[in-house]
Structure formats: structure tokens, C-alpha cells
């Protein structure tokens, strides 16, 4: 029930089809961050309208808040929320680790305090795995430790942590329809990369992920670490990049042959005003678009954009309207499927590198 097949490539960069108990997914996709089970501001029939065709939920914030039971007794995550379509969970390490003021790692997990109401819970690989398998998603991922990126050491030994937490995340998961993917660690450092990467391939899984970058590197460093890892990494498996989302980096990631990717800047950025191009970045609340009749992108072809002007966009943005958040959150979604939309095309097509180049161009790279 779950397969990947490479339909075209064109130097790295790869244009692919993802099977999915929950539906197929034409790669190269971004995915619209649902942490708590909902992508905010907008409805699951916005969602299929601006084309989303995979969604991301949390496992930290899911096993917080309502709980993995509740979800598991409502028919899993599909059936909670209302979407059809495929879901990927992520396996909580990141949260674990960056939320919690106060967390102890060891071997075995990570022991870790709620940022809800301050309770005492434990991760493990074991336990991680379970609360994906009562969730439901159709792509659950590995527990890992994902720390900062510039400290060998602490690297070094996160990686080694990762690699033995994989081993016991796959024992655990045995065989289900779920997709268990192994996380690539290493921080900035080239051998360490390699080394996770030679090691994450071995274990043969459906896909494989490169984390623990988009974490404070420098551009130039997550180009390069991200051009390495994927070179490493199996041709004939699906290659995720977490969180990433900006256009020019899923351009970017995309020609050094990355298929998936997440983040929640889209939406965030909705919520803050912000409207996303292709090439820029727009803060609707500003005065000259008080009487702008035109709408927020151009070239845009999204509800928003059809039917509303950037002038409503900026009133309701300064009124402080839900319906902003909920405007903009459709745009800049919209946005970033159409372009990947466009890159998959022109992998297709043969024509990505001609395409790269009108992209870098626009936006003065």
C-alpha cells in the first residue's frame, strides 16, 4: 500500500509519485503543518481547494492534548479530523527537545515536562512508535534527538543516539500500513552527515528524512548539508526535508534532489499579516495597500486573490478579523503548491534548470 516510483529526473532534482493507504502524493510536495490535529485558520475542504495533497500533525502535541486513546477510539486521525487525504506524523523528538524548559536524556528516552501544565511524561523509541501506530498517519517517523547544530560533540553522540533509537523504533513497529521513515542527523558536520546517512540507508526503510537542519545554519550550510545527505540516501525511496518552507529553499532543496517537505512558516506568517509570493513577502497591514484595489498576488489564482483586494485583506488584518488569517493562510498555501506544482512540471518537462534560473532571477539571486 505504500510505493514510490520516480516518473522523471533532470540532473538531481526528481519529479515522483507516493502511494498511499490515504491517497497518492505527487512529489515533489510541501505539507501544511496540522500540529494539533488542524492546519490553523482553515478547514479541511480549504485545504483540498488549494491543493494540499498531505498533512503534517504533531505526536508530542497530540499525546498532550487530547490524548492518543481518544483519537485511537474516534477512529484514528483521519476520522478525528475530518481529512482523507495521507497524514505524516512527526515522531515529537523535536518538541520534546525544544518546548520543554526542562528535559533528561538518557539512553533509553527522553524524561521531559509538559508545556501545557508543567506534568511529568517519558519518551521513548517504544513509546513514540505506539502513540504513531494509535494515531494513524500514513508516514510516522523515527524518535531522534535533534540538538543545535554547531557542537561536534553533542552531534556526535546525538547521532549515535539516533541511530540506536532507530533500531528499536523499527523493532517496535514491526509490519503495519504505516510508513516508518529513519531521520538523518549531524548537525553542520560533513562526515557526521555522511556517516548517519550511510547508516539510516542500510536499514532499508520506505523513506528516510533529513533533520535537524532549518535550526539556525546558514543557507550556504543547509544547501550543502542537505546536497550531501541526498546523495547519500537511496535513489528508489523518498527523501524528506523538515521544515523547510520558504520558496527559494524548496527551490533549492528540490534541484539537490529533495521530494518532501514541512514547515509551518505559510501559516504562520498568515496569522502575522504576512503574504507570501513567489519572490517576496508582504505585510498587508501597511498603508499603501489601504486603498489597493488590486489583489494580493497578481498572478495568483486562489479564492482570495479572486474575490477579495488587498485593500479588504489590509482592513481586516488591522481589525484584527479572523478572516484575515484565514484569507492569507489560503493564499500562501495556495502559492507554495502552485509553485511545486510548476517544478514538478518542469522536471517533467526537462526543463528545471531553464526554470531554476527564471525563479533565481525574480527574486534577484
Known sequence: MFEFKLLATENRARAG?????????????FAPVGTQGSVKAVTPAQLL?????????????LFLRPGAEIVQDQGGLHNFMNWSGPILTDSGGFQVFSLSKKNDIDDEGVTFKSHIDGSSHRFTPEVAIDI??????DIIMAFDQCPEPYNREINEKAMVRTHNWVLRCKAA????????????????????????ARFITELDLPGNAIGGLSVGESKSELQSMTRLVADILPVGKPRYLMGVGSPAELVSAVSN????FDC???????RNSAAMTRSKQMNMKQAIYANDTRPVDIECSCYCCANFSRSYVRHLC???????ATLLTIHNLHMLHDMMQDMRDAIIAGKFGSWKRAFEDSIGS
Not at 17 to 29: E, K, M, S, Y
Not at 132 to 137: E, F, I, K, N, V
Request: charged letters at 15%.
Open 17 to 29: 509519485l507516493l502511494n498511499t493507504p490515504h491517497g497518492r502524493i505527487h512529489t515533489p510536495v
Open 49 to 61: 481547494s488549494v491543493g494540499t495533497s498531505l498533512v503534517l500533525a504533531n505526536t508530542y502535541h
Open 132 to 137: 504513531q501506530h494509535r494515531l494513524g498517519a
Open 173 to 196: 513497529h514491526g509490519s503495519t500500513n504505516q510508513a516508518l521513515f529513519g531521520i538523518v542527523q549531524g548537525g553542520v558536520f560533513p562526515d557526521l552527515r555522511a556517516e548517519s
Open 257 to 260: 534532489g529533495v521530494d518532501m
Open 264 to 270: 509551518v512558516l505559510p501559516t504562520r506568517l498568515a
Open 318 to 324: 488591522k481589525a484584527k478579523e479572523i478572516l484575515g
